[in-house]
């Protein structure tokens, strides 16, 4: 997902204050069944996309108020006060990165031709882990176009072990060769 | 010679066993949008300013905008293939194109690559296309001359080694001429020269590259080619590489010359590129680093200091006008960069006076120093004799009746006028120019009908090469009209003129 300017802002916020109040997995809960919450429930979504006036500010109060800490709950508020609603996916992602980051956790993907056994896998992110010394979690993505090998991907780095790569690669070597 | 199948699979399976399979960690982002020659690119986090990078199907891009949550790119190639999503890759190096004698003779793009059809360039060089000018104390005042073979503008507006002289004028009055003109001359100088043509058409650079090789100077001349219809990117980095092939000769202690034709059409590149990258618009919807972009380029031209081995970058830049409007945006901000400029006039060129400089308004600012002391000697009376002319010129229209002295300085003038047309492609050497001017300023012109001047000349060079042909050496050689020279010049002139007129 593209994260805005905008949501990274208020991620940035948000965290550090979760951060100062020491209550960063509170809020990464509360974040998290915030948009289930949503999400399940098309009427509270179209909702939210209203612009946010008293009576409505009220309704809110009585629906969420006691489910949330009362640093998210007023998150939210200043959220839907900037009509800004539409962010909170993005919010929750760069929120969640950041948090990676504090805890050293990387979430990395694997691309190959087809699905990885199970063993493999976990014996990969092993592998990854101990070479980039944190905490790994790897999901794995299925592309057939890649032909075969694999191609991993983190952040913003990417290391490209496809077998794709290989013959574009000897394409060029082969074309570069010529007289 | 019979090529067997054999002997190129046995070429392959060694390329290929010899392949070594290598693979690093890229640093990737992804289009989120594509058109109009720019790319917007989410991620590449640590990209660097104007850092090259790579698109998918072989496409390069430069970063030109870091903005907070996007990158902007100019890519030097087709968008047809890239689409929303594709991965973008970070090279790590900044822009860069081949640089060396390997580019000598070549017609290349402005990314170094070959059009010619040539063959591969094997460029064991590459410098980054912007490079940073020279400050002071690299640099020495201009003082060796870089002859155009152009009468009127080696005599009256001469230009030195290292300057930067604009050649300024409408639309098909002969400014190209004049640059092509002057790389043709720089034949056996030990110039090496650099024609740099932007969003031109392509069928008028085959005529410049047909007219250089048909002269012998593609010997010496690098083309870079960036056609109308290349996209706006390739356009706006053309002059950079240009000056780039031209700094590798300077730093070498050689001599270059580096045409920009021309720069307009650079600045409306340029102007494209950057409203598209949502740069705000200024004056004529100009960005506000205009200024900088033809600055910036044009300060590359220097000529160096002797413990760097006295090499030179000249830059002859173009500026096409509208109607004559010298006080346009464009035109204003590259009088003021360069020093000085040649003005072409339009109702000159019409007029039947080719090259339709206007001598009146052309400046060199610094040539002055670089002209050969015998040049100096005889331009002198000439730009004495036009002044007075053109004085006269206006007034004379009103009255016929006119003194003896004024009608003498008149036909003196139209004579003078005479002597310093040239036909296109045709540089003449520095010696022969003085002898001609020589011929005017002594007055042996002055009872020849005007119509017959041209012959005159002609015949009167013919002649000083086959019955005095040292006389033309020594002038080359000693680079100054003393007293015995100037006896036996005149005894010469004297001569001609008397069996001309018979």
């Avoid at chain 2, 020279?485 to 001609?496: D, I």
């Amino acid at each position: 997902m593209i994260v805005t300017a905008n949501a990274k802002r208020y991620a940035k916020a948000l965290f550090e204050l979760a951060q100062e109040k020491n209550q960063v997995d509170e809020v990464h809960r509360d974040f998290e069944k915030f948009l289930t919450l949503v999400k399940d429930n098309s009427d509270l979504q179209s909702f939210l996309l209203l612009p946010l006036d008293q009576e409505r500010q009220r309704i809110i109060s009585d629906l969420l108020k006691n489910y949330f800490t009362e640093m998210f709950f007023n998150f939210l508020l200043v959220v839907l006060k900037n009509k800004r609603s539409q962010l909170f996916e993005q919010i929750f992602e760069e929120f969640e990165k950041r948090i990676d980051v504090l805890k050293n956790r990387l979430c990395a993907v694997a691309i190959t031709a087809f699905p990885l056994p199970a063993d493999i896998l976990a014996q990969m992110t092993r592998d990854i882990a101990d070479h980039l010394n944190a905490d790994v979690r790897l999901d794995n993505k299925v592309d057939p176009s890649i032909i075969g090998g694999i191609i991993l991907r983190f952040d913003d780095k990417m290391f490209n072990a496809s077998l794709s790569q290989q013959f574009k690669k000897m394409k060029y070597h082969l074309i570069q060769n010529q007289k | 010679m019979e090529v067997k199948a054999q002997e190129i699979s046995t070429i392959l399976k060694r390329q290929i066993e010899q392949y070594a399979v290598t693979t690093e960690f890229e640093e990737v982002g992804e289009i989120i949008q594509v058109g109009d020659g720019i790319a917007r690119v989410y991620g590449l986090e640590n990209v660097m300013s104007s850092e090259l990078v790579e698109f998918p199907h072989g496409v390069f891009g430069m970063a030109l905008n870091l903005e907070e949550d996007n990158v902007g790119c100019i890519l030097f190639g087709s968008e047809k293939y890239l689409k929303e999503g594709d991965p973008v890759k970070r090279t790590g190096k900044v822009m860069q194109v081949p640089v060396g004698e390997e580019m000598v003779g070549r017609v290349v793009n402005p990314l170094g690559q070959p059009l010619d059809g040539k063959g591969p360039i094997k460029a064991k060089e590459f410098y980054q296309i912007e490079r940073k000018a020279l400050g002071v104390v690299a640099r020495q005042p201009v003082k060796e001359p870089l002859q155009t073979g152009i009468k009127a503008i080696d005599s009256m507006i001469p230009i030195g080694r290292g300057q930067r002289e604009l050649i300024i004028g409408d639309r098909q009055i002969g400014k190209s001429t004049i640059a092509i003109d002057t790389i043709l001359n720089q034949k056996g100088q030990n110039v090496y020269c650099i024609y740099v043509a932007i969003g031109q058409k392509g069928s008028t650079i085959s005529k410049v590259v047909k007219t250089f090789e048909e002269h012998g100077a593609m010997e010496y001349t690098t083309v870079i080619l960036s056609a109308a219809n290349d996209p706006a990117p390739m356009q706006y980095i053309a002059p950079y590489s240009g000056a780039a092939m031209g700094e590798y000769f300077r730093d070498n202690g050689r001599h270059a010359l580096c045409v920009y034709d021309d720069l307009s059409k650079h600045a409306w590149a340029y102007r494209q590129v950057s409203l598209l990258l949502r740069r705000p618009p200024g004056r004529e919807a100009y960005p506000g680093d205009i200024f900088y972009l033809h600055s910036r380029l044009l300060e590359r031209a220097a000529k160096l200091s002797d413990e760097l081995g006295g090499g030179s970058l000249t830059a002859l830049p173009i500026v096409e006008t509208q109607a004559g409007d010298f006080s346009a945006y464009i035109p204003t901000n590259v009088i003021s960069i360069t020093d000085g400029q040649i003005y072409l006039e339009p109702s000159l060129f019409y007029g039947g006076i080719r090259p339709s400089i206007n001598v009146g308004l052309s400046v060199s600012r610094v040539g002055g120093n670089a002209q050969i002391k015998a040049m100096k000697q005889v331009a002198g009376k000439l730009r004495l004799d036009l002044a007075q002319y053109r004085e006269l010129e206006s007034f004379a229209k009103f009255s016929s009746e006119l003194d003896k002295a004024t009608q003498a300085q008149l036909s003196r003038g139209q004579r003078m006028v005479e002597i310093l047309k040239q036909d296109q492609n045709k540089p003449m050497p520095v010696e022969k120019q003085i002898a001609v001017i020589f011929l005017g300023t002594q007055g042996c012109l002055d009872l020849v009908p005007v119509h017959q001047i041209q012959r005159m000349e002609h015949e009167f060079l013919q002649y000083i090469e086959t019955k005095q042909p040292d006389l033309l050496k020594r002038i080359a050689e000693t680079k100054e009209i003393d007293d015995n020279l100037q006896a036996q010049l005149n005894s010469v002139c004297r001569e001609f003129s008397a069996s001309f007129n018979e």
